[in-house]
T-cell receptor
Framework: SAVISQKPSRDICQRGTSLTIQCQVD?????MFWYRQQPGQSLTLIAT?????????ESGFVIDKFPISRPNLTFSTLTVSNMSPEDSSIYLC???????????????FGPGTRLTVT | AQKVTQAQTEISVVEKEDVTLDCVYE???????LFWYKQPPSGELVFLIR????DEQNEISGRYSWNFQKSTSSFNFTITASQVVDSAVYFC????????????WGAGTKLIIKP
C-alpha cells in the first residue's frame, strides 16, 4: 500500500480567499484522484489528476474553481478558489494501486484536509 | 437509481455481537470490482477488501468476512464478535468499465459498537 500525506490537515479560511492543498505519495503512481466529502456524506470525485496534462473533472466541478497540478508521479495539488461557506468540507486525495493482472486496483487515501470557510 | 445501495444508515450493537452490513449494487458490466472501506472517527479511509466479478468465493480475514453473491447483486460484510474499535462508517463501492472504473460509492453505514 502507498503512504500518502496531505497538507494542511485542516484550515479555517475567509470567504473569497483560496487554499492550496498538497498531496504527497511515497512511491510513483499513475492514477491520482481528488475527492470531497461533506459532513456526514459519502465521497464525491472532483477530478483525476493526470501527470503532464490537464486534470479530468467530473460533472459539477470546473478547473477555474478547483485548479489541479500534477507535476510528477508522486505529488499533486488541489486549489479551492474564491471560497464560500459551501466549500466547507473534507478534501481527500487518493492513489490507485496497480491492479493484479492489469485489473483495477484499490485506492488508498490520504488523511484528508478539513476545510472550514467562514 | 443508485448503483450502490447501503440501506442501513446506522446500526448499533453491543460488543461481542455479530453484525452484517448490507451492500447491493447495480451494473450491466460483466467485469466489475467491489470494495469495502472503513472510516473511523479519525476520518482516514481504510481499504478493507477488493473483489472482482469473476471471484465469488467468500473471504474471511480474522473477524471480518465478506459474502459476494452475484445472483442477488450483493456484497455483504460481517463482523464477528464485534469490538468497540469496529465503530466507524463503512462504505461499499463499485468500479465498472462503463463508468470509466471510477469508484461509485454507497452512502455508508455508521456502525456503533457499545461496550
Amino acid at each position: 500500500s502507498a503512504v500518502i500525506s496531505q497538507k494542511p490537515s485542516r484550515d479555517i479560511c475567509q470567504r473569497g480567499t483560496s487554499l492550496t492543498i498538497q498531496c504527497q505519495v511515497d512511491s510513483q503512481v499513475t492514477m491520482m484522484f481528488w475527492y470531497r466529502q461533506q459532513p456526514g456524506q459519502s465521497l464525491t470525485l472532483i477530478a483525476t489528476a493526470n501527470q503532464g496534462s490537464e486534470a479530468t473533472y467530473e460533472s459539477g466541478f470546473v478547473i477555474d474553481k478547483f485548479p489541479i497540478s500534477r507535476p510528477n508521479l508522486t505529488f499533486s495539488t488541489l486549489t479551492v478558489s474564491n471560497m464560500s461557506p459551501e466549500d466547507s468540507s473534507i478534501y481527500l486525495c487518493s492513489v490507485e494501486a496497480e491492479g493484479l493482472a492489469g485489473g483495477v486496483g484499490e485506492q488508498y487515501f490520504g488523511p484528508g484536509t478539513r476545510l472550514t470557510v467562514t | 437509481a443508485q448503483k450502490v445501495t447501503q440501506a442501513q444508515t446506522e446500526i448499533s450493537v453491543v460488543e461481542k455481537e455479530d453484525v452484517t452490513l448490507d451492500c447491493v449494487y447495480e451494473t450491466r458490466d460483466t467485469t466489475y470490482y467491489l470494495f469495502w472501506y472503513k472510516q473511523p472517527p479519525s476520518g482516514e479511509l481504510v481499504f478493507l477488501i477488493r473483489r472482482n466479478s469473476f471471484d465469488e468465493q467468500n473471504e474471511i480475514s480474522g473477524r471480518y468476512s465478506w459474502n459476494f453473491q452475484k445472483s442477488t447483486s450483493s456484497f455483504n460484510f460481517t463482523i464477528t464478535a464485534s469490538q468497540v474499535v469496529d465503530s466507524a462508517v463503512y462504505f461499499c463501492a463499485l468500479s465498472e468499465a462503463s463508468s470509466n472504473y471510477q469508484l461509485i460509492w454507497g452512502a455508508g453505514t455508521k456502525l456503533i459498537i457499545k461496550p
